[in-house]
């Protein structure tokens, strides 16, 4: 159950413009959660060092299960959009429109799985899987700008040709920078779900794999980690980059009156993703595989059994993958396309 609300206001321009202003809504009323009963919700202990989230006891309360998944519901949730949108139309046949859009997203479940322990198992966290804080969700759209111009003409009675590029640029999708285990940082029993810690300096981190000038040099680098070091990572609170994407469309129409109708023969080519037929560098949409990227590896516990350790290896190259499947992909894809209108 979803409550929804939207306020939107056209208004003429000087110059012949058409401004537009869009406001969207949303607030959960009735969501998915899930929580694993077979777990003691009690924290055993808390981690000691900078990074001192609760630790819990991986041991079945009734060991004739695995898990033993409750669904249930939640309030908490909302989204919201606004748009800004300007258009132009000449006199010439001339056409253009410019719009931004921010969009947030914020959930404590996305509910993506097909099955009820997956969606509990595979939420990224800090305070353990039972006890979920609301966070960014997977479909967050951030910023996105859109441009649109067209130019359309007839002449020789009988002939229009009409030609159209399409601009989309768009914030890049999500991910989360997590552990990856050797042991079980948290006691929930899964891996590959807690998010790090973000540390400062060197006196906040015990490495015992990789060093710290390699760390330290990959947190100043990178733009979300340089900004919240000191502070735990949110849940997909970083992004792959900014993509720029140019659509072409070309339309021919040849068109008599017979027979007291309008017959057409209409001749298209699209050219989705333009920009890279012109550069094979340019174009490029990006993703971050499981919305999620390994910063460091838990290695177990220290002497004392409550402060962690870590290891670091520094990537090859770029954290993300380049989108090269399906229609819309980083590949630049052209189809023709023949109809008849009467």
């Given at each position: 159950?979803?409550?929804?609300?939207?306020?939107?206001?056209?208004?003429?321009?000087?110059?012949?413009?058409?401004?537009?202003?869009?406001?969207?809504?949303?607030?959960?009323?009735?969501?998915?959660?899930?929580?694993?009963?077979?777990?003691?919700?009690?924290?055993?202990?808390?981690l000691?060092?900078a990074?001192?989230?609760p630790?819990?006891?991986?041991?079945?309360?009734?060991?004739?299960?695995?898990?033993?998944?409750?669904?249930?519901?939640?309030?908490e949730?909302?989204?919201?959009?606004?748009t800004?949108k300007?258009?132009k139309?000449?006199?010439?046949?001339?056409?253009?429109?410019f719009?931004?859009?921010?969009?947030r997203a914020?959930?404590?479940?996305?509910?993506?799985?097909?099955?009820?322990?997956?969606?509990?198992?595979?939420?990224e966290?800090?305070?353990?899987?039972?006890?979920?804080?609301?966070?960014?969700?997977d479909?967050?759209?951030g910023?996105?700008?859109i441009?649109?111009?067209?130019?359309?003409?007839e002449?020789?009675?009988?002939?229009?040709?009409?030609?159209?590029?399409y601009?989309?640029g768009?914030?890049?999708?999500?991910?989360s920078?997590?552990?990856?285990?050797?042991g079980?940082?948290?006691?929930?029993?899964?891996?590959?779900?807690n998010?790090?810690?973000?540390?400062?300096?060197s006196?906040?981190?015990?490495?015992?794999?990789?060093?710290?000038?390699?760390?330290?040099?990959?947190?100043?680098?990178?733009d979300y980690?340089?900004?919240?070091?000191?502070?735990?990572?949110?849940?997909?609170?970083?992004?792959?980059?900014?993509?720029?994407?140019?659509?072409?469309k070309?339309?021919q129409?040849?068109f008599?009156?017979?027979?007291?109708?309008?017959?057409?023969?209409?001749?298209?080519?699209d050219m989705?993703?333009?920009?890279n037929?012109?550069?094979k560098?340019?174009?490029?949409?990006?993703?971050?595989?499981?919305?999620?990227?390994?910063?460091?590896?838990?290695?177990?516990?220290?002497?004392?059994?409550?402060?962690?350790?870590?290891s670091?290896?520094?990537?090859d190259?770029?954290?993300?993958n380049?989108?090269?499947?399906g229609?819309?992909?980083?590949r630049w894809?052209?189809?023709?396309?023949i109809?008849?209108?009467?």
């Amino acid at each position: 159950q979803m409550f929804r609300a939207s306020l939107a206001v056209d208004q003429k321009l000087p110059w012949g413009m058409i401004g537009t202003l869009e406001g969207l809504y949303t607030k959960t009323i009735n969501n998915v959660i899930y929580y694993n009963l077979n777990r003691d919700p009690n924290a055993d202990f808390y981690l000691t060092g900078a990074d001192n989230r609760p630790h819990y006891n991986r041991d079945e309360i009734d060991d004739d299960y695995t898990r033993i998944m409750l669904g249930a519901n939640t309030g908490e949730g909302y989204t919201y959009n606004i748009t800004a949108k300007l258009e132009k139309p000449f006199d010439n046949g001339l056409s253009a429109t410019f719009a931004y859009t921010f969009g947030r997203a914020m959930v404590l479940n996305d509910g993506t799985s097909s099955q009820n322990s997956s969606q509990w198992r595979y939420m990224e966290q800090v305070n353990g899987l039972n006890n979920l804080d609301l966070s960014r969700s997977d479909f967050d759209m951030g910023h996105r700008v859109i441009a649109f111009v067209t130019y359309q003409k007839e002449y020789l009675k009988n002939l229009s040709t009409a030609i159209s590029l399409y601009y989309n640029g768009q914030s890049g999708g999500v991910y989360s920078y997590v552990y990856g285990n050797r042991g079980n940082l948290n006691g929930n029993g899964e891996s590959t779900n807690n998010l790090v810690y973000i540390p400062a300096s060197s006196s906040e981190i015990i490495l015992t794999g990789g060093n710290w000038s390699e760390l330290d040099e990959f947190i100043k680098n990178d733009d979300y980690l340089s900004e919240h070091r000191g502070e735990y990572a949110e849940r997909n609170g970083a992004r792959s980059p900014f993509s720029n994407i140019i659509d072409l469309k070309f339309i021919q129409d040849i068109f008599v009156d017979a027979g007291g109708r309008k017959h057409t023969l209409q001749l298209t080519f699209d050219m989705f993703n333009l920009t890279n037929w012109i550069n094979k560098d340019w174009g490029r949409r990006y993703y971050v595989s499981y919305d999620a990227h390994q910063l460091l590896r838990f290695e177990g516990f220290d002497t004392d059994g409550t402060t962690p350790t870590f290891s670091f290896s520094k990537p090859d190259g770029d954290i993300w993958n380049i989108d090269d499947a399906g229609f819309n992909s980083s590949r630049w894809q052209a189809q023709l396309g023949i109809r008849y209108i009467f």
